[in-house]
Antibody, heavy 123, light 113 residues
Framework: EVRLVVSGGGLVEPGGSLRLSCSASGFSLTNYGTSWVRQAPGKGPEWVAGMSGGGGSRYYADSAKGRFVISRDNSKNTLFLQMSSLTVEDTAVYYC????????????????WGQGMPVTVSS | DIVMTQSPDSLAVSLGERATINCKSSQSVLYSSNNRNYLAWYQQKLGQPPKLLIYWASTRESGVPDRFSGSGSGTDFALTISSLQAEDLAVYYCQQYYTTPITFGQGTRLEIK
């Protein structure tokens, strides 16, 4: 059974940093692309960053470039999102998501979503 | 960026009736080399993460009831629920994965009339 368990969210002040972790089970991160998708209150999903199954490619939304870094620990089958220079516009529920297609690349449609982790940026 | 525009924003349909949600992309999401449309549909119920319904514009995800179907090509797509059930109350999103940044439509709220 595929599971994506996210941890590390919470309340942070503007300008602060936070690292989200996504512990994956039921599949290997090295066989599937994975991404982070966020959803602000009352809004639609917004893709933030993605990494290919092979790990050689990383992709970022413009809103994340230069501030967020996606990475993973293959030995722990865990995906990370390091977020810095946070602003109130980053307040959202953050989802860890798995690609639908087994590939060393990325298919970038998502068949499994984690439970979502709230991140609140506020003073 | 590819802009995804859904219509209508909300839709009220009677139980057992057909519901159709439209999605238009600002540029084609049809990849000519494999003749595939890089378009997915998701359903999001209150308090839950989105759930994949359709990918490649018309391929139903495993376990999704066959009353859900996707159609269209190029820039114009539709999600159709052939006979609305009470459990279909949700917000529906289209998503293009033709190119990064991946983009979603603004959502269509489906209500029971």
């Amino acid at each position: 059974e595929v599971r994506l368990v996210v941890s590390g969210g919470g309340l942070v002040e503007p300008g602060g940093s936070l690292r989200l972790s996504c512990s994956a089970s039921g599949f290997s991160l090295t066989n599937y692309g994975t991404s982070w998708v966020r959803q602000a209150p009352g809004k639609g999903p917004e893709w933030v960053a993605g990494m290919s199954g092979g790990g050689g490619s990383r992709y970022y939304a413009d809103s994340a470039k230069g501030r967020f870094v996606i990475s993973r620990d293959n030995s722990k089958n865990t995906l990370f999102l390091q977020m810095s220079s946070l602003t109130v516009e980053d307040t959202a529920v953050y989802y860890c998501v798995k690609d639908g297609l087994k590939s060393s690349g990325s298919s970038l449609y998502f068949d499994y979503w984690g439970q979502g982790m709230p991140v609140t940026v506020s003073s | 960026d590819i802009v995804m525009t859904q219509s209508p924003d909300s839709l009220a349909v009677s139980l057992g009736e057909r519901a159709t949600i439209n999605c238009k992309s600002s540029q084609s999401v049809l990849y000519s080399s494999n003749n595939r449309n890089y378009l997915a549909w998701y359903q999001q119920k209150l308090g839950q993460p989105p759930k994949l319904l359709i990918y490649w514009a018309s391929t139903r995800e495993s376990g999704v009831p066959d009353r859900f179907s996707g159609s269209g090509s190029g820039t114009d797509f539709a999600l159709t629920i052939s006979s609305l059930q009470a459990e279909d109350l949700a917000v529906y999103y289209c998503q293009q994965y033709y190119t990064t940044p991946i983009t979603f439509g603004q959502g269509t709220r489906l209500e029971i009339k």
